[in-house]
């Protein structure tokens, strides 16, 4: 059952949205050698209370901070700890917030310092596979048609496509149907409709597309110990175009300084 939002509904989803990605601009003011993940949850979470929301991913199924941390190989739900941030790293940042009782949730990976060309091409892949997503997330395609475009992009520049962690429905819950795979064929799955609201969310490898679970019950790495990217989006279906709820410009305001 797919839950097709009202106007009003999904403005209230384009301020949650909002407020993550500002929320996502100051930890990019912060990301550098020698801070902690740690810190950076600590920055985060001030700065959604100060903005009249609560952290959206604090406590969800137990996950106990703010932020998804996730360094390298580290693909998804890493937990902000006392883990130093060095030169060359690359760090996928995951956050969420419930504003007015609707979800807002993004993510973005970011470079520390300088890293080698293999990540950046990573990361700019990743980044495009997303935007290959987006141009599919109209209404009367279907949800293979944003998996297919999302695995074939990845996959023509050489990485691989994590199958086990997927993109959702958005609203009052921060996983509503229908699950949105970053793999897929055409013309396969629901039907996408004017009101549906999606989270678009590419997790790519550079080596295998194998993950392994921690035993922290969270953090998902790559099997091969290869560095892995996340981007995300959330989207409300539209007509001719998806109206991208999400944003970027407050990330590459900072990082283009
Ligand atoms: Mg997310
Ligand atoms: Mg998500």
């Known amino acids: 059952m797919l839950y097709i939002k009202t106007n009003e509904e999904v403005e209230l989803l384009r301020k949650s949205n909002l407020l993550v990605s500002k929320t996502l601009g100051e930890i990019a003011k912060h990301i ?33 901070k703010t932020l998804c941390a996730s360094v390298n190989e580290e693909v998804v739900h890493g937990i902000p700890s006392d883990y130093v941030l060095k030169e060359g790293d690359i760090i996928s940042i995951d956050c969420g917030v419930i504003l007015n009782g609707y979800y807002g949730d993004s993510a973005y990976t970011f ?11 990573l990361l700019q892949v990743t980044k495009e596979s997303l935007e290959k997503g987006v141009q599919e997330a109209i209404a009367g395609n279907r949800v293979g048609d944003i998996s297919f475009a999302v695995q074939s992009y990845a996959e023509e520049a050489g990485f691989s496509v ?3 962690l997927v993109g959702h429905g958005l609203g009052t819950k921060l996983h509503e149907a229908p699950e949105v795979p970053n793999y897929g064929r055409r013309g396969t799955g629901p039907k996408l409709e004017k009101g549906l609201v999606i ?49 970027f410009k407050y990330i590459e305001e900072v990082l283009n300084k």
């Open 111 to 121: 470079a520390v310092g300088e890293i080698d060309d293999n990540k950046k091409r």
């Open 162 to 164: 994590v199958r086990e």
């Open 199 to 247: 989270c678009i969310e590419p997790m790519i490898n550079m080596g295998t597309k194998e993950t392994i679970q921690m035993r922290d019950g969270w953090t998902v790495k790559t099997a091969d110990g290869k560095p892995s990217a996340h981007f995300e989006y959330a989207v409300a279906i539209d007509n001719r175009k998806a109206d991208v709820l999400s944003t």
């Open 32 to 64: 550098r050698p020698g801070i902690t993940t740690l810190s950076l949850d600590r920055i985060a979470e001030t700065f959604i209370l100060d903005n009249g929301a609560i952290p959206g991913f604090k406590g969800y199924n137990g996950f106990p």
